[in-house]
């Protein structure tokens, strides 16, 4: 623990000028972000006497063990890089609201020459138009199956839609007139696209011009006796109006605006956003928090708009933002949102009407939302404490080991050979810091060199990283630490900066002997070391004859078979990967001079590396960009490779092509 006197800069050091301040703990890891119209002012509230601090804020300047600070013009300005520095440092004492769900979108992907309608989840991509979000994909897919009589839009996989064009066929989707097959050319590119925009359109609120226009359609064909149109156009009707009625109306005017709600005790505070978009509520999602700083309503809010909006731009932000209470610099929040939408966004309390009443809703979401989490979270806090407990007590450690870290080997018959690192913190995986290693000592299968190595490197990196930062006492630091890779000198994002308090290797007593013998030969002899083997889930340690056994019921050994078990996934993920790139590798890949824009020109010009074989020099010279000389070594390297087997998907087992088709 440090005194916060022994780093409190100097009187007069701190400009009175707008920024933002990092903490920094002694390991140079970045703990907390502010920002402050004043720093001079905010920064001297922390260094006052401890008694007077906020408990959670004298825990963050007792573990601090630096402060530094950059000036900005304007508030604005330091909104946009406290929000920047909270994402890229993942500072512990921050607030950081995070689903509990990685909720569906409704995503059109006009981006691409046919548009398609699917489900789509995780970071938003350039192009693509998103609705939602949505608490469930079959509500998705529900809303999609009626908006498809009206808007056939293609929903089809790349695959699906280039196995139909080459046959010439559409699928059952064309047949039925729930897709308008711009794979056999029914439509043109520019139709279908401008069929995308109709349905985007429509899901974006503006209803009534397509309703209306389906309705005078009908009425034309009944008078015409084209009695069957009319009936598929009142069909079609119908499917629009079940699918508005999905989202009742809750404002009028067709409004766009965001709700947000909050709920929070001492501990923890809950989040509940509704999106509503002409009027009806398009999505909902939520989020809960621990409370690890020192903050209000009006920080929670403010914390809760940077997380919405940090990476929206355009219509994704609302003309209307609804909060319970105000951020401490509205003025600056407002024309921050405003930037980022492209014009006027009002941020405000709402006072009466619907609005307020539909802002009670969300905060009884909220509110049901903290109650369920923290019913969730009484059990699993406990369980967890218990199991770290059991796991100290067995293997005789100081204290509960907070970080474990666990490394497994994973190979197919010796070949590539490779490890994982799995990181749990306070019990739960820390995905953030999950690491992969490549074998590169020797060639072969030995997973007790391979663990050696792998834990060698591993634990050089942070010798590394501790060198860098000059926390070495005696000054000395082992040879092998000196060449690796360490951090950006501003601190950025670090891979192997931390150390754990237990090593886990996926093994019996040579895989632990092998890693506790690359500790010892890096001097650390702080860090324990154990392994969990799976034929009767031992617990082996260092140089004993016996394992430690832990009852089948203990949580400890539940916790030690869930960390082995996550290293064991990721590390045959990351096996499977490097297998299949190697057997998908192509000929092309191994001639000199030969890039990536000529390689694609090739595939392209003659669909496949099999056509590509059989064609002589001079067709192969047709291809743009394509010299002789590059032509004869294409066709020598070509008839040189002996043709690989076919690849089979081993799901459905289909045989793939060269072009990555599949054939039956």
Request: some cysteine.
């Amino acid at each position: 623990m440090a005194d916060p006197s022994s780093y409190r800069p100097r009187p007069g050091q701190i400009p009175d000028s707008p920024g933002v301040y990092k903490f920094r703990d002694e390991h140079r890891r970045v703990i907390y972000v502010g920002k402050a119209k004043s720093l001079r002012q905010r920064l001297a509230n922390y260094f006052q006497p401890l008694a007077g601090l906020h408990p959670r804020t004298a825990t963050m300047v007792t573990t601090a063990a630096s402060v530094e600070w950059t000036v900005v013009s304007t508030e604005v300005e330091a909104l946009q890089l406290e929000y920047s520095w909270i994402k890229e440092f993942d500072p512990r004492f921050n607030v950081k609201y995070r689903d509990d769900k990685s909720y569906p979108y409704l995503a059109v992907t006009l981006n691409e020459e046919f548009p398609r309608v699917q489900v789509m989840r995780g970071h938003k991509k350039k192009g693509v138009r998103y609705f939602g979000p949505y608490a469930h994909a079959w509500a998705i897919r529900e809303t999609v199956d009626l908006m498809l009589r009206v808007f056939p839009v293609r929903t089809c996989s790349a695959g699906v839609f280039r196995n139909a064009a080459s046959a010439g066929r559409p699928c059952l989707l064309g047949y039925i007139g729930k897709c308008s097959a711009p794979c056999v050319g029914r439509v043109t590119p520019e139709e279908h696209h401008d069929l995308a925009e109709e349905f985007c359109d429509f899901m974006a609120g503006r209803t009534g011009t397509y309703i209306r226009r389906l309705e005078k359609q009908m009425m034309l064909a009944a008078e015409d006796m084209e009695y069957e149109r009319a009936a598929r156009l009142r069909d079609d009707i119908e499917a629009l109006r079940k699918a508005m009625e999905k989202n009742a109306v809750v404002l009028a005017d067709a409004t766009d605006a965001d709700l947000i709600a909050l709920a929070e005790d001492e501990l923890e505070a809950a989040v509940q956003i509704f999106h509503v978009r002409g009027g009806r509520v398009r999505g909902q999602r939520g989020w809960v928090t621990d409370k690890v700083e020192a903050v209000d309503t009006a920080g929670l809010v403010e914390h809760a708009l940077q997380q919405l909006y940090g990476e929206e731009n355009g219509d994704a932000v609302p003309k209307e933002v609804l909060v319970p209470a105000l951020p401490e610099d509205t003025s600056a929040v407002t024309q921050w949102l405003s930037g980022r939408r492209g014009s006027q966004v009002s941020l405000r309390i709402p006072q009466r009407g619907d609005k307020k009443d539909l802002m009670e809703t969300v905060a009884r979401n909220a509110q049901q939302a903290l109650v369920l989490h923290k019913t969730k979270r009484a059990s699993d806090l406990t369980t967890r404490s218990r199991a770290l407990e059991e796991i100290a007590e067995a293997l005789d450690l100081d204290s509960a080991p907070l970080r474990i870290e666990c490394f497994d080997i994973s190979h197919l018959q010796g070949q590539d050979v490779v490890a994982s690192m799995v990181v749990f913190e306070d019990g739960l995986p820390r995905k953030s810091e999950y690491r992969r290693f490549q074998i590169k000592g020797f060639e072969g299968q030995d997973d007790v060199r391979s663990m050696h190595e792998v834990v060698g490197r591993r634990f050089r990196r942070y010798l590394a990283e501790k060198e860098k930062t000059g926390e070495w006492v005696d000054g000395e630091v082992p040879a092998e630490a000196a060449g690796a890779e360490g951090r950006d000198e501003d601190g950025r994002p670090k891979r192997f900066a931390y150390p754990p308090q237990l090593v886990v290797v996926d093994g019996g007593q040579p895989q632990v002997a092998a890693a506790r013998r690359a500790l010892d030969e890096l001097g650390i002899d702080d860090i324990a070391v154990c392994g969990l083997a799976k034929r009767l889930e031992e617990v082996w340690l260092p140089g004993e004859d016996d394992p430690v056994v832990l009852p089948r019921t203990s949580e400890g050994l539940y916790l030690l078979q869930r960390v082995r078990d996550t290293a064991h996934d990721f590390a045959i993920r990351y096996q499977r990967t490097k297998r299949n790139k190697r057997i998908r590798s192509s000929p092309l890949d191994e001639i000199p001079g030969l890039g990536e824009t000529r390689k694609q020109a090739l595939i392209k010009h003659f669909g496949s590396v099999k056509r590509l074989r059989q064609a002589t020099i001079e067709q192969i010279c047709e291809v743009p960009g394509m010299g002789r000389k590059t032509a004869e070594a294409v066709a020598v390297a070509l008839a040189q490779a002996a043709p690989a087997a076919p690849a089979v998907n081993t799901a459905t087992g289909e045989i793939m092509e060269d072009d990555g088709g599949t054939t039956e």
